[in-house]
């Protein structure tokens, strides 16, 4: 959830991707961006918009407030559904719009993207919380691996940029 879809520019503390106002998924740099990719994300968009239960933000929304062990049973098994229904494999990028959502990571609440509170770790850019309470609540354990995941996403990056596996 932290770089565009079509350049791959990385979310910044001062420059927050913007999210495709229909499925609230997928991240863009900028509106121009978002107008290019929507020939090849349209199909996607619309599955994930049309699988939101009826009055839900997303179709992530319903599981707010899941166990660990649901939440992860739903986001892996909606990849093979996802893909089922289209009638084709997802590229790596979409898999990862469904294995990885922008959700708050304190343990058993899993508010997604799109909640009017949602902030993200600017120290990692890999967690997000659905409030500044969540994220204190959650700060000792997630100092535990947030260096970890700064060094994950940069050697990622690395990797993206200079086509040479680290």
Known sequence: WSHCMVCHKEQTPSAPLLRCSRCHTAPYCSPTHQRSHWKEHKQLCSYMSESAEEGQHSVFSHMVGSSQEDWTEF??????????????????????????????HLS???????????????????????????????????????????????????????????
């Open 108 to 166: 058993s609440c899993h508010s997604v993207t799109g909640h009017p509170d949602m902030v993200d770790c600017l120290d990692c850019l890999c967690v997000s919380y659905c409030s500044q309470d969540h994220k204190e609540q959650d700060k000792k354990s997630h100092n535990l691996g947030c260096k970890q995941l700064k060094l994950a996403r940069e050697l990622d990056r690395q990797e993206m940029m200079t086509g040479v596996r680290v």
């Open 75 to 104: 986001i892996t098994s909606s990849v093979t559904t996802c893909s089922f229904f289209l009638g084709r494999n997802l590229s790596q990028q979409e898999k990862e719009m469904f294995l990885f959502p922008r959700s708050c």
